[in-house]
Each structure stands twice: as structure tokens, then as C-alpha cells.
């Protein structure tokens, strides 16, 4: 390239650049020029990525400890984080977990060549639903607390900060009702009652059905009849839902094996068993309740009522949105793993010292419930004086002689349990410890008494050929029915987990790997409901007081 020196046409065209020989030589290139000035460049990125690398670890770290939330999904998972998680929030929710299966169910599944089903029992507890009245007050007593706490948002516990925008006055909770996923829960149960045991159904005499009558189980029966019947799945008014064939009213004034409040020393026993062991564990949970007060301070404090009600809102919270399930609540990451176990094992003890095997009414006020499945079983009349209704029991309208029927019973809880302490099922080896948890808990209420929980005995008829299974039985084989070659089993199934049952003609039964029981050796297994039990005790007055002595 050329820059003219003069303005004429003749000007005389010189090089843009023109190097020089004395140029060049006048400007030597330095020597080492890679150790100018001694210094090595900041590495500045490195510094950078590494704290970002930290911060990221920092993260990871909280967020599948227990007070994170494990955003991060599948890393949770991998490290048993999440996953967890949710493992200790279901297993210490007690009655107020949301059902999951244990097994993979009942029907044909499991059963021996030459077996079929013959009758089927299911004790139903109603679906999800929000707290009782009771602990409602209990629930917003505390929440009014945590309203007037002084430190809104506190510092360095992230897992509390989400009471800042969480509902605390429960304005839209329906209290004693079902949630929309406990309607829906009902919903999807009967539809998989319908498809476990089709090829039954397809042959059987037909069904009939009970439910207590508590609102929230007659509910709960309705949408599960929809949801057998192949319905669509819709939120209705109850008036509009399928009935049941009886419904068993509630109260004092009524003997219903569904809803037992016929036992007034029960009733009126104060203080409960549940109340004073519960006592004994609750030292464990001060360190819980001073850190929540110290770190929140709430005015006025928390008292350890106010904690254990909480502590509920976990289970609650988490089924009270939607009718699908969403995930666990923010609630659940107030409380640490340990806090939880605490929780959970409280929960268990309570119902078990209430109702369990060696609790004075329990077994009692569940006899008349198994005095009815026995006389389903062996397609007998009812001879009962405990809490059965004789007058209902008596009717074949209200209550079917046995059959080849699928029968399903609605109705609570503490009527299940009571029904498993009286038939002898799940039985501890010692009474659960009061004032610590046992590393390794078997009595665990989420297992037994969730949401929606199902208990089915299926009674089961076998073809045995020329094979006995039981060498002390006689010969030829006949069932209940007359069937010369067959003999009737029964099978009892708690949440689709097959349970033993506890004799030893069961335990040792030649279909024992199976599940079965002989059913004449089950019925004698129920010495208790059957002949010693004594409703008499239901009308004595009784201290509590004396049984806690007595360890």
C-alpha cells in the first residue's frame, strides 16, 4: 500500500510501511519474555471455579441431609437421600400415613395348583382425611403460637423458613372429612379389589357391603363402590354416591363391631393407658422442644402438646392438596431423623398399650368383630354377647350367612386393631419400651393402620388328591361344604402382605409356605374370642394406675 507525498498528479507514490534495517535492529525482541516482572498471572478462574465447586458441594450436602428437600432428585436417591427421607416420614406418621401396598396381594397370586378362593372378608379403614375436631384445636392452638413467633424467618435453619408463607390459620381444612386424595384413594382401592379378585367375582353369589356410620366412612365406601363398579372417577356430593348394603350407626347406644363405643370403662378410663406411657417417652422430645422455641420463639412457648401435634401436620399436610399426591410437606423437615423415630415410636406405643394383645379392652371390644368373620367362615349363625348386634347379625338381609361372597366391612382404626389383637396377629415378644426407641421397631402403626388400610381373609378351598397335608387329619378329605377331596384353608393379608396366623396347626400346616391355614384349626385358634372372653369387664371400674404397676 502507497500514501502520496505531494497534491499533484505527479506526486511521487511512497510504501505505506516501509521497515528500515536500523529499525529492526534498534529494537531487539526480550529475552525470557515469559518472566517479565517475576510474576506469575492470578489464577483467577481456578479461584473462581473452586468456590463455586464448594458452594455446589455445600449444597448437595444440605439438601440430602434431613433438613434439606433434595431438589437434586436422582442424586438423592443414589445416596439413599431422598428416597430416605421419605422412608422415615412414612414409617413415623403412624394412622396418618398415606397407604402403600406391602405385597403384592391376594387373588389367585400365591395359591397352590388345585386351590381357588372361595370367600373373601375385608375390614376397611376409611381413606385420607383431615384432623379430627379434637386435634384440630390442638393444631391451631400451636399454630397461633407460631403466628406471634418474634424471628419470622430464622437465620441458619433454611428448613423452618417456609413458615413465613405457609397457611397457619388451616383456613380451608375441612375437619373430620376426607380429603379429595383420600376420595380419590377410596376410588382407586375399589377398583383394585375389582381386578385382584375378577375370576372370583365372575362366579361368586355377589357382594355385600357394610360401613360404619361416620360420615367420613360412609363416604369412603362410596367412592370405593364407584371404583369397583368400573365408574370414572369424579368428586361428588355423598348424596350422589353408590350405598352401601347396611349402614351401622355410631355412638354409645349401639353395638356396631365397626365403631365400638359400647364399652363405657373404656371409655370413661382416665388416665388412658396411651396417656401414661407416653409420659414416660415424652423427656426425649425437650431437646426438640427448647430448640424450636429458641429458634423461632414463639410467644407463647411451645409446650410438648403443641409439639406432637405439629409433628402431625407432616402426614396431614402432605394428603390435604389435590386429588393426586404431590409429595411430602415442607412440614416433615421441621424434625430430624432421630425427632422422627421419637414421633413415630410414640405414636406406636400409644395404641398398642391401648389396644394391643396384652391390653385389658382391646382384645375384648374386638371379639364381637371376629365372632361375625367366624360365622362367615364357617357359614354359621352369630353367637356372640359382646359387641355384635343381634338384632342386624341375625337377619340374613343385614348379614348374609357366609357364602361364596365377597363381603367388605368400612369403618376405623382402632377397630382393626383391636380385631388383630383378638385374632392373636403381629404379636410382640415383649411390651414396647417407654422411655427409649428400640433400635429395630416390629409394631410400626404405618403398616398396619395407614390411610385406607385394607385387612382381607380370604377363605380358600384345595383339591388335595391323594396328598394330606395334615397327618392328624381324618379321611376322605371333605370341606365345610360337603365336597368330598377338598379342605378349606384361610388366608389373612394386611395391606397385600400375607400374615401368618397365630397357631401352631397354622405355622405347621402342609401349605403353611403358602399363607394357608387349615380353617378348622384357625377357628380353634380363637379360644379368646370364641369362649373366655369377658364383656363384663366393659361395666367394672378400673384403674389404669394398678396396670401401670404391674409393668
Not at 238 to 255: F, Q
Not at 324 to 351: A, P, Q, V, Y
Amino acid at each position: 500500500m502507497y500514501h502520496s507525498t505531494g497534491h499533484g498528479r505527479g506526486a511521487e507514490q511512497a510504501p505505506l510501511l516501509r521497515p528500515t534495517i536500523a529499525t529492526i535492529q534498534s529494537h531487539p525482541p526480550p529475552r525470557h519474555r515469559h518472566k517479565r516482572n517475576g510474576r506469575h498471572p492470578v489464577p483467577v478462574f481456578s479461584i473462581i471455579f473452586t468456590l463455586i465447586l464448594l458452594l455446589i458441594v455445600a449444597f448437595l450436602a444440605w439438601d440430602v441431609s434431613s433438613y434439606g428437600h433434595c431438589y437434586v432428585t436422582p442424586l438423592c436417591r443414589a445416596l439413599s437421600g431422598r428416597n430416605g427421607l421419605e422412608q422415615t416420614w412414612w414409617r413415623n406418621q403412624g394412622p396418618y400415613a398415606p397407604f402403600r401396598p406391602l405385597g403384592p396381594g391376594g387373588g389367585k397370586k400365591g395359591l397352590p395348583k388345585g386351590c381357588e378362593i372361595s370367600q373373601i372378608t375385608i375390614l376397611h379403614r376409611h381413606a385420607a382425611r383431615y384432623p379430627t375436631s379434637s386435634v384440630g384445636e390442638c393444631l391451631l392452638s400451636a399454630m397461633k403460637k407460631l403466628e406471634n413467633r418474634d424471628v419470622q424467618i430464622p437465620r441458619r435453619h433454611p428448613e423452618l423458613a417456609f413458615l413465613a408463607r405457609t397457611d397457619l390459620k388451616l383456613k380451608a381444612w375441612d375437619f373430620d372429612g376426607l380429603t379429595d386424595q383420600g376420595r380419590k384413594q377410596s376410588w382407586i382401592s375399589g377398583r383394585q379389589v375389582k381386578q385382584m379378585y375378577g375370576s372370583f367375582l365372575r362366579n361368586a353369589e355377589g357382594i355385600f357391603t357394610r360401613s360404619s356410620g361416620g360420615e367420613r366412612v360412609v363416604e369412603t365406601s362410596g367412592y370405593w363402590l364407584e371404583g369397583f363398579r368400573g365408574e370414572r372417577f369424579k368428586l361428588r356430593d355423598v348424596s350422589k354416591l353408590p350405598k352401601v348394603d347396611l349402614v351401622i350407626p355410631e355412638g354409645e347406644a349401639y353395638n356396631n363391631t365397626l365403631s365400638v363405643h359400647s364399652c363405657p370403662a373404656f371409655q370413661n378410663l382416665s388416665p388412658k393407658p396411651s396417656e401414661l406411657r407416653f409420659s414416660d417417652l415424652s423427656p426425649l422430645l425437650e431437646p426438640t422442644l427448647n430448640r424450636l422455641n429458641a429458634v423461632l420463639k414463639p410467644r407463647p412457648a411451645l409446650e410438648m402438646d403443641d409439639l406432637v401435634c405439629l409433628a402431625d401436620m407432616c402426614g396431614y399436610d402432605s394428603q390435604s392438596k389435590g386429588t393426586e399426591w404431590e409429595g411430602w410437606s415442607k412440614w416433615c423437615g421441621t424434625f430430624t431423623k432421630d425427632e422422627w423415630e421419637i414421633f413415630g415410636h410414640g405414636k406406636d406405643l400409644k395404641r398398642w398399650y391401648d389396644l394391643g394383645e396384652t391390653s385389658r379392652y382391646g382384645p375384648t371390644m374386638g371379639a364381637g368383630y371376629v365372632i361375625e368373620l367366624l360365622a362367615r367362615l364357617t357359614d354359621s349363625d352369630v353367637i356372640d354377647n359382646t359387641t355384635t348386634n343381634h338384632t342386624l347379625d341375625s337377619d340374613e338381609r343385614t348379614f348374609p350367612k357366609g357364602g361364596k361372597r365377597l363381603f367388605v366391612d368400612f369403618g376405623h382404626d382402632n377397630e382393626m386393631l383391636e380385631t388383630i389383637s383378638a385374632l392373636g396377629l403381629l404379636t410382640e415378644h415383649r411390651p414396647l419400651p417407654t422411655t427409649s426407641v428400640p433400635p429395630k421397631r416390629t409394631y410400626i402403626l404405618s403398616r398396619i393402620v395407614p390411610f385406607g388400610a385394607r385387612m382381607v381373609f380370604e377363605r380358600v378351598s384345595c383339591k388335595m388328591g391323594n396328598w394330606e397335608p395334615d397327618p392328624e387329619a381324618g379321611s376322605p378329605l371333605r370341606d365345610d361344604q360337603g365336597n368330598d377331596g377338598k379342605r378349606d384353608y384361610i388366608r389373612i393379608l394386611i395391606n397385600d402382605k400375607i400374615e401368618s396366623g397365630n397357631h401352631p396347626s397354622c405355622e405347621f400346616s402342609g401349605l403353611a409356605n403358602f399363607g394357608l391355614c387349615e380353617l378348622d384349626s384357625f377357628v380353634d385358634s380363637q379360644q379368646f374370642a370364641r369362649q373366655d372372653v369377658d364383656w363384663s369387664i366393659c361395666y367394672e371400674e378400673y384403674d389404669e394406675t394398678d396396670e401401670n404397676q404391674r409393668g
